[in-house]
T-cell receptor
Framework: DGGITQSPKYLFRKEGQNVTLSCEQN?????MYWYRQDPGQGLRLIYYSQIVNDFQKGDIAEGYSVSREKKESFPLTVTSAQKNPTAFYLC?????????FGPGTRLTVL | KQEVTQIPAALSVPEGENLVLNCSFTDSAIYNLQWFRQDPGKGLTSLLL?????REQTSGRLNASLDKSSGRSTLYIAASQPGDSATYLC??????????FGAGTQVVVTP
């Protein structure tokens, strides 16, 4: 089956810890994206990558970091510098400017 | 900064009634517009994609229109069913492939 997988589904973090969210796709898409969703709000872009070994900051990149060493993978690290990391995180990939989404990871800071 | 607005934020209709969901955008250079469905705690499912050169797209009971001159898109869902209950989001794509999302319309279809 082709698609986008995100893991874990739920993640709990203590304050001051860095955590990494996984995103993998087997759709052979070049572009990948990370979004954050807060209750009652639309999605906001954190980082995006149009090609391997290259990525760009989105609207809310502060406190986050990414890497794109392989076409299939685009992991997101939430660092201790992110002041309010509790949210639902969605990964997407795109072809011909149509985006397809993974199932999401819900991160909670304890 | 481009903005996308969805009104109303929530909508409740009886089963069988047609649904009309509105999306307005400020980007006159829109590349395309995409409608998504999101069930609680889940990711987004793409429903329809309208290219900037198109006026509408149809898939089954769903029809989406695009009017660039007025900065509006409308999603019509015919003969609504309880299974249509979800949050519907629209997003406009710029020429770099970046999406700008609306906050969504939460729809409840009552049996």
């Amino acid at each position: 089956d082709g698609g986008i997988t995100q893991s874990p589904k739920y993640l709990f973090r203590k304050e001051g810890q860095n955590v990494t969210l996984s995103c993998e796709q087997n759709l052979n898409h070049d572009a990948m994206y990370w979004y954050r969703q807060d209750p009652g709000q639309g999605l906001r872009l954190i980082y995006y990558s149009q090609i391997v070994n290259d990525f760009q900051k989105g609207d809310i990149a502060e406190g986050y970091s990414v890497s794109r060493e392989k076409k299939e993978s685009f992991p997101l690290t939430v660092t201790s510098a992110q002041k309010n990391p509790t949210a639902f995180y969605l990964c997407a990939s795109s072809i011909a400017n149509e985006q397809f989404f993974g199932p999401g990871t819900r991160l909670t800071v304890l | 900064k481009q903005e996308v607005t969805q009104i109303p934020a929530a909508l409740s209709v009886p089963e069988g009634e047609n649904l009309v969901l509105n999306c307005s955008f400020t980007d006159s250079a829109i590349y395309n517009l995409q409608w998504f469905r999101q069930d609680p705690g889940k990711g987004l499912t793409s429903l329809l994609l309208i290219q900037s050169s198109q006026r509408e797209q149809t898939s089954g009971r769903l029809n989406a229109s695009l009017d660039k001159s007025s900065g509006r898109s409308t999603l019509y869902i015919a003969a609504s069913q309880p299974g249509d209950s979800a949050t519907y989001l629209c997003a406009e794509t710029d020429s770099w492939g970046k999406l700008q999302f609306g906050a969504g319309t939460q729809v409840v279809v009552t049996p």
